[in-house]
């Protein structure tokens, strides 16, 4: 397979049809929906919010601390993962906070049309017909992997910009094309990390395969080269990774690496069947597996499908070329991701299973299929029959008798028999078509043409199904959305008083605070600061990739500064019941109403008394939010410094923790709280007076950001109860400033600067070789 170099003129041709196609995807969604396309799950309860959230977090000041993200937590560290370093966010901020929910989709037809236009680049050098490349960047925009991750938005983001990555090193390798590949190596570092930790195992696999196979010819000269832009581009697009690693190393939620048969087998032989299933038919919606229900399924990003074709053009030119770099290439992929370990290592092996790299075989998937489609020597039917053996085949989950104790004999183990069948008929329609349009053209030049135009059509029809199924199947629970999201609760945010508090939400939808500016209690993202994850266990919450408190913990409110709590009004009667004494009406706003807490704390105040660690966790932790409300919870290195200033609370007191004496542990605090705490983008500021020394508790997440200065003075800031923050203070009156800077950020942004010199002067070099060069000529 020898690569031919080809102008790369219908690049625009291929943004503008990808663009065509995914704004043909979404309009019926656009109309249905008003002017606002709302998906389901994660895409409108994080990717809608974070979106609106960041743009006006950052018009608003900017600032490195977030409080409304969950408890408090770093702005870069809580959203680098989601949307800080990407393109397309930054372009966003050209508008209006209050039009990104209407700006979605826009956004993702972009992304649609830069994956196809990025796609087009690449394959351009291994087609000899660019209709061909046309074709093959349809078939990548609108892969089932794209058209699955709309749910996830941001992953569209690496979809999109992945090609240029492996277009910039085909053109630093063929054409001695310097400096492309440091600039595409740094905003793909910069878009995301964590995806960026697999692009460079396959660019290893991508390389290695090119190179045993004769298509790339270097060397020692062009790899030192490639060798250095490599590090100077993760040197230019460290500047969220490094802060994001040294935040995530603190992270319990970071998995420890599998062992045993973990590295060999995955747990579940559903997994395997799942896998293979991913690669033939139609994405499943990503919460809604259709067949199978054991292993690791849901939410993986689990799906390599090309629309109209499917494996077809894949399997026919794996049968029919030995020895070329895509045939290494995919049948490596196909062992990794078989093989929990390898699959693993996309991912810095992590023991948890995910799919979501699939998206860069999925391009050679892109490449494989267009060359096989204009080579004469690939009998295209070799890849049609099995395609077909294998839709065929999955049927015997239907089929098969299965014996149910209570219902007796059934026949057929698939969860959802309907959807099945449809996923099963757009497989068998998709290919039918091919193979019509392949009699008919195989001969004639019209055939990229036509098989374009039917792959937009038959990607914009498979796509639609596959959104409206999620979409529709969470009808009733997201119909009241954009009422209560966006009208609702961005009018109670202008009407809500200023000042330090949280507030709380019952059967909304999630993030609401976000909207309103406000740390919330009821929280979802997976990023937030390390100590939120560790605290919250500790008091009977569990913490994974959200933050929700039961309502009946009462005390965990109090301690928390918990001012307000909002709840459909049609859910309020349910509340009140619930919530019991404390709460009391505070206004209504729209479909929302408003209770206030009659037992809210400062988010400032000190403590004379103190538990040990292993005295803590003696309690109960139903009760230890009660006990948190009492006293800290110091270690011996705590003691040892500051133990004068707390005594150590009697034996009988760590277990009266009822409701009774919740009240007379508030009134005690309450005589010790500040009198006034204002919150900023960079920290918090508290103004308390005591009558003697003592350790003031700061009802935030602790965070080795943040510093302290008491009346001036530098001071410590301890990490006590469990994951929040103290301050010695002295007698008298104090002001207290916590200010946070991201941990990391300043080391990474001088290696970004560096690393940028560097370029700048090896490209200087470069082009200073080059007329050298021109000179002599």
């Keep these: 397979m020898q690569p031919l170099n080809r102008p790369q003129n219908k690049y625009w041709l291929a943004f503008g049809l990808c663009a065509l196609g995914a704004a043909m995807v979404f309009l019926p969604f656009y109309i249905v929906d008003g002017g606002i396309f709302l998906y389901a799950g994660d895409f409108n309860s994080q990717q809608i919010p974070f979106y609106y959230y960041a743009n006006e977090f950052v018009k608003s000041g900017g600032g490195s601390f977030s409080w409304a993200t969950d408890l408090g937590s770093g702005f870069i560290n809580s959203y680098s993962f989601y949307l800080v370093g990407s393109p397309f966010w930054w372009l966003s901020l050209l508008f209006p ?53 709309v749910f996830f938005n941001h992953f569209v983001d690496v979809v999109a910009l992945f090609p240029y990555l492996l277009w ?15 600039l595409l190596v740094a905003l793909n570092l910069l878009n995301n990390y964590f995806f960026f930790a697999g692009q460079i195992v396959f660019l290893l696999i991508y390389f290695i395969c090119m190179t045993a196979s004769g298509s790339y010819r270097i060397k020692g000269r062009d790899f030192a080269a490639l060798a250095f832009e490599s590090a100077v581009g993760c040197g230019m697009g460290c500047v969220l990774a490094w802060p994001a690693l040294l935040s995530l190393a603190q992270n319990p939620r970071t998995v420890d690496l599998s062992s045993g048969f973990g590295f060999l087998l995955y747990g579940k032989t559903q997994q395997y069947a799942a896998i293979v299933y991913s690669l033939f038919f139609p994405p499943d919606s990503p919460y809604m597996p259709v067949i199978f229900t054991e292993g690791v399924i849901k939410w993986t990003s689990m799906t390599a499908y090309l629309p109209l074709l499917g494996m077809a053009g894949v399997i026919a030119y794996c049968r029919c070329k030995n020895g070329t770099a895509f045939k290494r290439i995919l049948c490596t992929c196909l062992v990794m991701a078989f093989v929990p370990v390898l699959n693993s ?15 860069m075989p999925v391009l050679v998937m892109c490449a494989a299929t267009v060359h096989a489609l204009e080579d004469g020597s690939v009998d295209i039917q070799k890849g049609i029959r099995p395609t077909l053996a294998v839709l065929f085949a999955f049927c015997a989950f239907a089929l098969v008798p299965v014996k149910d104790e209570e219902t007796g004999w059934g026949i057929g183990v698939i969860e959802y028999p309907e959807k099945f069948w449809l996923n099963l008929g757009l497989a068998l329609l998709g290919l039918a078509i091919f193979w019509l349009l392949w009699l008919q053209c195989r001969r004639r030049p019209a055939l990229a043409r036509r098989l374009t135009s039917a792959v937009l059509a038959f990607g914009c029809l498979y796509s639609i199904t596959h959104i409206a199924i999620g979409k529709f199947a969470q009808w ?18 202008e009407k809500l008083p200023a000042g330090a508090y949280r507030v709380d939400d019952y059967e909304c939808y999630d993030n609401v605070g976000l909207w309103m500016g406000k740390s919330c209690l009821q929280f979802f993202n997976s990023t937030v600061a390390p100590s939120i994850l560790e605290f919250y266990p500790q008091v009977d919450v569990k913490r994974d990739v959200r933050s929700e408190p039961n309502l009946d913990q009462y005390a965990l409110r109090g301690l928390l500064g918990v001012r307000y709590t909002v709840c459909p009004v049609n859910k309020a009667l349910e ?3 619930k919530a019991g004494e404390g ?57 040892a410094a500051y133990g004068g200033r707390v005594e150590h609370l009697p034996e009988e007191e760590r277990t009266a923790l009822t409701r009774e ?41 602790w965070d080795e950001g943040f510093s302290a200065v008491v009346n001036g003075q530098k001071a410590p800031v301890l990490k006590v109860s469990g994951g929040l923050m103290a301050v010695p203070a002295p007698a008298g009156e104090s002001i207290i400033r916590l200010e946070y800077h991201t941990a990391g950020l300043g080391a990474s942004l001088t290696v970004a600067v560096c690393s940028l010199a560097a370029w700048l002067a090896y490209m200087a070099l470069q082009i200073h070789s080059k007329r050298k060069k021109q000179q002599k000529a």
Aim: proline share 3%.
């Design 97 to 149: 906070a209050a039009w990104l929910p209407f700006l979605m989709a826009p956004l993702l037809v972009l992304k649609f049309a830069v994956a196809g236009g990025g796609a087009y680049l690449w394959l351009r050098r291994y087609t000899k017909d660019p209709n061909m490349a046309v074709l093959g960047a349809c078939l990548y925009a609108f892969s089932g992997f794209t058209v699955y991750n």
């Design 168 to 182: 910039a090193l085909d053109e630093a390798v063929h054409e001695k094309r310097r400096g492309p590949f440091a």
């Design 345 to 359: 290592s996309f991912y810095a092996l992590n023991s948890s299973f995910y799919a979501r790299w699939y998206y």
């Design 476 to 493: 009733d629970n997201d119909k009241n959305w954009r009422a209560q999201q966006y009208q609702d609760a961005r009018a109670l945010a």
């Design 575 to 577: 509340f009140e019941e």
């Design 583 to 639: 709460w009391v009406r505070w206004g209504t706003e729209g479909q929302l109403a408003v209770y206030e807490n009659q037992n809210a704390l400062p988010m400032a105040y000190a403590y004379d008394s103190y538990v040990t660690q292993e005295e803590f966790e003696a309690v109960g932790k139903s009760q230890r939010a009660n006990l948190l409300l009492r006293a800290l919870v110091l270690d011996e290195e705590q003691l």
């Design 661 to 701: 004496n919740y009240n007379r542990d508030l009134e005690a605090r309450r005589g010790m709280a500040a009198s006034d705490v204002q919150l900023d983008s960079r920290g918090l500021t508290a103004r308390i007076t005591l009558e003697e020394e003592k350790l003031v508790l700061l009802a935030v997440p």
